[in-house]
């Protein structure tokens, strides 16, 4: 059983930064695939970005390429999400989710453990 913290969320301008966090708990969170996912009002939840267990595989959504960077700390047991250039079309509650299989995964069924959730909010 793996339980997740997101937090580091808040209001920032657009073009500014804002890093969120997401603690694990577990003995077996550097085995696990971690994403970010994101949820705007009205709109379903979408994936963001996700990293493999050595922290040498990332993958991002088109949204966010070149501007987020996911990352991981395994001894640490926490996972980053460094947003730089923000836009007021980022402004949403962040989520931090966990997969078992270790492999890259992009959408919201393939993740087994949820985090509660951060709010981000880009102001112009």
């Known amino acids: 059983q793996v339980q997740l913290q997101a937090c580091g969320g808040g209001l920032v301008q657009a073009g500014g930064s804002l890093r969120l966090s997401c603690a694990a708990s577990g003995r077996t969170f550097s085995t696990y695939t971690m994403g970010w996912f994101r949820q705007a009002p009205g709109k379903e939840r979408e994936f963001v970005a996700a990293?493999?267990?050595?922290?040498?595989?990332?993958y991002y959504a088109d949204s966010v390429k070149g501007r987020f960077t996911i990352s991981r700390d395994n001894t640490k047991n926490t996972a980053y999400l460094q947003m730089n250039r923000v836009k007021v079309e980022d402004t949403a509650v962040y989520y931090c989710a966990a997969d078992r299989t270790s492999a890259l995964r992009t959408q919201t069924w393939e993740y087994d453990y949820w985090g509660q959730g951060t709010q981000v909010t880009v102001s112009s």
């Open positions: 990293i493999v267990w050595g922290g040498g595989g990332t």
